[in-house]
């Protein structure tokens, strides 16, 4: 199994803030990294796909990079809306696996 | 519009059989994967698995697999998650999601693919 590592597991930010968030394959995965938004109650929120293609409706604020085993997920001009979780996801597999998150608290 | 419309709150004891369902709307139900993916109190999201409506093709996480079955019903574009025997380590939120894909401009090649929509979540809660 491809494993993925998050880091770091929460971060404090501030509103207007620059956070970036990491995501670390086992294995190179090429660009089949998505990452995804979950605010506990709501469904999660497809965010990034392939690596860096924002999704249609994403704000510009939010934009993702990397290839092979090392991804980024960056955040400009932090809203109140995006405290919440972020997760990274691997599709070179079926069933690719999940981060374990990263909680972007206020 | 796309929809996944989930069931209600669950709350059963271990031993006893359950049955989650997804409604889904707004798009050709046969021609998309549907998963199940859980996520236990403070933890992260794991697949549970996935179904190809048009054939009822199944691929399970390993977690999973003998412990669930996932079906789906072309007839009301629903699919279900279903346990036998509960447990209380089953106690989590289970959400649905349509696996999108995403295809080159030549509309042949697979450039990726991704959860693009989601249901609203499912608590299930599982006493000893």
């Known amino acids: 199994d491809i494993q993925m590592t998050q880091s770091p597991t929460s971060l404090s930010a501030s509103v207007g803030d620059r956070v970036t968030i990491t995501c670390r394959a086992s294995q190179s995965i090429s660009n089949y990294l998505n990452w995804y938004q979950y605010k506990p109650g709501e469904a999660p929120k497809l965010l990034i796909i392939g690596a860096s293609t924002l999704q249609s409706g994403v704000p510009s604020r939010f934009s993702g990079s990397g290839s092979g085993t090392h991804f980024t997920l960056a955040i400009t001009n932090l809203q109140l809306e995006d405290f919440a979780t972020y997760y990274c996801q691997q599709t070179y597999n079926t069933l690719g696996m999940f981060g374990q998150g990263t909680k972007v608290e206020i | 519009e796309v929809l996944l419309v989930q069931s209600g709150a669950e709350v059963g004891k271990s031993g006893e059989s359950l049955m989650l369902s997804c409604k889904t709307s707004g798009f050709s139900f046969s021609n998309y994967w549907i998963g199940w993916v859980r996520q236990m109190p403070g933890k992260g999201l794991e697949w549970v698995g996935i179904i190809y409506p048009r054939d009822s093709d199944a691929k399970y996480s390993p977690s999973f697999q003998g412990r669930v079955i996932i079906s789906a019903d072309k007839s009301t574009n629903s699919v279900f998650l279903k346990w036998s025997s509960l447990r209380a380590s089953d106690t989590a939120t289970y959400f649905c999601?349509?696996?999108?894909?995403?295809?080159?401009?030549?509309?042949?090649?697979?450039?990726?693919?991704?959860?693009?929509?989601w249901g609203q979540g499912t608590l299930v809660t599982v006493s000893p």
């Open positions: 999601a349509r696996r999108y894909v995403f295809y080159d401009s030549s509309g042949q090649l697979v450039v990726n693919d991704a959860l693009d929509a």
